[in-house]
């Protein structure tokens, strides 16, 4: 891996614990205003001492967040669509000059597998990665279930390993109780888990720490830090799991006492 590329990971992927907490706040994208989220500007401050980067679309990181800050970017540069239409419509819509200009650290994209428009989206990380190795940029591939995908071990670990097979250097899927060491197994690169739908918030506890077991290197989570009604708790009780492998019970602790 060159230098820059693995320098510029480096700044996610603590070199201390080979672990990482991104915060995902990138929803808007095609969900617009998402609960959690309505006002970025004030919402998001407070959760970036907590983040090692923040997963983020350059509209809502230049309006929203102060470039004075020190958390690390990971730039989304995939959209054009909306919940109104077709999910796999997406395309690149973010060119590596503006995630240079914005001082990334990594770019992520969604790839749509087994959707109407899986071939687009494979073939554009395809050409994001060229694009990105050329500068030492680390691409981060999400594998998005779209409406209708199962999320069991056989599909993300198929939509894990093509991502990593298109030369991702870090991938983005979900967990899954069953056989998700399977996933990992199959995939070269990192896998950091997204958390999905809120969910209570021992249960997201729980994912997060099963899927550290299972070989995750980390989360990209949004939904379920930022729709808690204690984010700062649950981002403390997060970086916790994924980086000190407390335990559940003990990060619960941490979330509660936050309060
Ligand atoms: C994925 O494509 C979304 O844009 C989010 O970045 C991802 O789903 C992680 O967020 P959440 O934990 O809310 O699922």
Same mark, same amino acid.
């Given at each position: 891996m060159d230098w820059g590329l693995k320098n510029r990971l480096s700044k996610t992927i +603590?070199?201390?614990?080979?672990k990482t907490v991104m915060l995902a706040v $990138?929803? =808007?994208?095609?969900? =617009?205003?998402t609960t959690g989220l309505k006002n970025p500007k004030e919402d998001l401050p407070k959760l970036l001492p907590y983040a090692d980067s923040l997963f983020i679309t350059r509209g809502i990181l230049r309006?929203? /967040?102060?470039?004075?800050?020190?958390v690390p970017i990971f730039l989304r540069v995939s959209g054009g669509t909306s /919940? &109104? =239409?077709? &999910?796999? !419509?997406?395309? /690149?819509?973010? +060119?590596m000059k503006e995630a240079l200009r914005l001082n990334s650290v990594g770019v992520g994209m969604s790839v749509f597998v087994g959707a109407k428009n899986e071939d687009r989206t494979i073939s554009n990380l395809g050409r994001l990665v060229n694009e990105a190795e050329d500068v030492g940029m680390p691409v981060l591939a999400i594998t998005a279930v779209g409406k $209708?995908?199962?999320?069991?071990a056989r599909y993300l670990g198929l939509a894990s390993r093509i991502c990593a097979e298109m030369g991702a250097h870090i991938v983005k899927t979900y967990y899954c109780e069953k056989d998700f060491d399977k996933v990992v197994e199959g995939c070269p690169v990192p896998i950091v888990i997204a958390g999905g739908k809120k969910i209570p918030e021992k249960d997201a506890l729980q994912m997060a720490s099963n899927a550290i077991r299972d070989g995750a290197v980390g989360v990209d989570m949004g939904r379920n830090i930022f729709q808690s009604d204690n984010p700062i708790g649950m981002i403390k009780a997060i970086n916790a799991i994924v980086?000190? !492998?407390? +335990?559940v019970k003990e990060a619960f602790d941490i979330y509660k006492n936050e309060k």
């Open positions: +603590s070199p201390k614990t080979g $990138d929803h =808007g994208y095609f969900q =617009g205003p309006n929203c /967040i102060d470039a004075n800050t020190n /919940i &109104l =239409g077709e &999910l796999s !419509n997406e395309d /690149i819509t973010t +060119s $209708d995908m199962v999320r069991d980086h000190k !492998n407390v +335990s």
